[in-house]
């Protein structure tokens, strides 16, 4: 068979598998159409489905077959993080500046605590949770940062689901989310900061603050139908400049995204874009994923970790919520709504995951773990979350 034909069996599978599963088992409830997709990814890697099948999982999964996913798979992020910076608003974040910044800097900086511990106790037992390119440091609070990252995109599409999205309370945690957003990215920026390399970096930044410049004046001359154009010639732009630089093309595509107004775009057109990448070429990514995993320290240590790392993500995370709690002096129940809202985890981590690995700060095994903990921590949100609104519905009107 020519490689085009198995790169279209590839498709099939991608696009089939998780589908069905989802739709015939009616996972919703639990398990989104998105989390099917990554756990998909999951098990047709090299741990379940090449352990299982090699020579069918080597025929389809072939280099060139790999080679041509990957290539998607970039574009199909980029996008996606850039979307994810044109939505980010702090205008309400600023106006409720004193609340935002407590429960925000809490429900970040906790979990990250409870994290870079986890991360410490993993070096201790082994050396074979690092790369072999990172230095400590980064790979600590790399890990911390796993453990205390919020999933921006994947929160909006489960409070869409349980119908508090455009609620005050949804508002509210949005807010939160979009503040350890760009925490999220200012850490990784620092993780991956290259000393040999600095110079590049400090480059880039003086470069890409005078083209943003530059940039917005040029799209608040030009037509929408244009700006659509524009932006992606900006997003291609940013990725190379920042990826030249060292910095990745994931942080080059959500600076691209955060220097941007939403109020540019039809808010219709976007909620479509973004649908759209979600449904047309994200799951190439979720297979890509898959495809890093590797369980080459054992099984049993990568679950444990997984599980270590779950229990530190989700605790530190309802630590620091219920402490906001406290001294914002919120209703009983609410503290525990918004935390588990908070620590909803696939894409945004997965994605900073990724970075991890392409940098060799983290090896294929700790990705594995890190990959494992997203998935259970968002499959478990709404089956918490949804009795806790039933019973708390007259928190869901609170604006702050």
Not at 155 to 170: A, C, D, V, Y
Request: contains cysteine; hydrophobic residues 55%.
């Amino acid at each position: 068979m020519t490689t085009t034909e198995i790169f279209l069996i590839a498709m099939l599978i991608i696009f089939s598998l998780p589908y069905l599963i989802w739709r015939l088992f009616k996972t919703d409830y639990w398990a989104p159409l998105v989390v099917v997709q990554i756990v998909g990814g999951i098990l047709l890697g090299p741990g379940v489905l090449g352990a299982a099948f090699p020579e069918y999982y080597q025929f389809v999964f072939n280099p060139q077959v790999i080679q041509s996913l990957n290539g998607i798979a970039w574009w199909a992020v980029m996008i996606f993080v850039w979307i994810a910076g044109i939505e980010l608003d702090l205008k309400k974040t600023w106006e409720y500046k004193r609340e935002s910044g407590i429960t925000a800097g809490l429900a970040l900086g906790t979990p990250l605590l409870f994290g870079c511990i986890a991360g410490a106790g993993m070096l201790m037992f082994s050396d074979g949770w690092m790369g072999s390119k990172g230095m400590t440091w980064q790979f600590i609070l790399g890990i911390g940062m796993s453990c205390a990252v919020t999933a921006l995109p994947i929160l909006i599409l489960l409070m869409e689901k349980l119908n508090i999205l455009r609620q005050p309370i949804g508002q509210r945690i949005l807010r939160y989310a979009s503040l350890d957003d760009i925490a999220i990215w200012g850490v990784l920026a620092l993780i991956l900061l290259d000393w040999e390399r600095v110079s590049r970096q400090g480059m880039f930044l003086v470069a890409f603050a005078l083209s943003s410049y530059l940039f917005r004046k040029l799209m608040m001359a030009i037509e929408e139908r244009d700006r659509w154009y524009a932006g992606f010639i900006w997003l291609a732009f940013c990725g190379l400049a920042a990826d030249w630089a060292g910095l990745h093309f994931m942080v080059g595509a959500f600076l691209a995204g955060a220097v941007m107004d939403a109020e540019w775009f039809n808010q219709e057109d976007m909620d479509k874009l973004r649908h759209f990448v979600l449904m047309i070429i994200m799951p190439v990514f979720f297979l890509s994923t898959g495809l890093r995993t590797n369980w080459e320290l054992g099984g049993t240590a990568v679950f444990i970790v997984a599980g270590v790392l779950l229990i530190a993500s989700i605790s530190g995370k309802l630590a620091g919520v219920h402490l906001a709690g406290k001294v914002l002096k919120w209703e009983k129940g609410e503290a525990s709504i918004i935390g588990w809202l908070l620590q909803t985890k696939a894409l945004i981590m997965i994605i900073f995951a990724n970075v991890l690995l392409d940098k060799q700060i983290i090896t294929s095994e700790t990705f594995t773990a890190l990959l494992i903990m997203a998935v259970l921590s968002t499959m478990l949100t709404v089956p918490v979350v949804s009795p806790k609104l039933e019973k708390l519905k007259n928190i869901i009107f609170r604006s702050k």
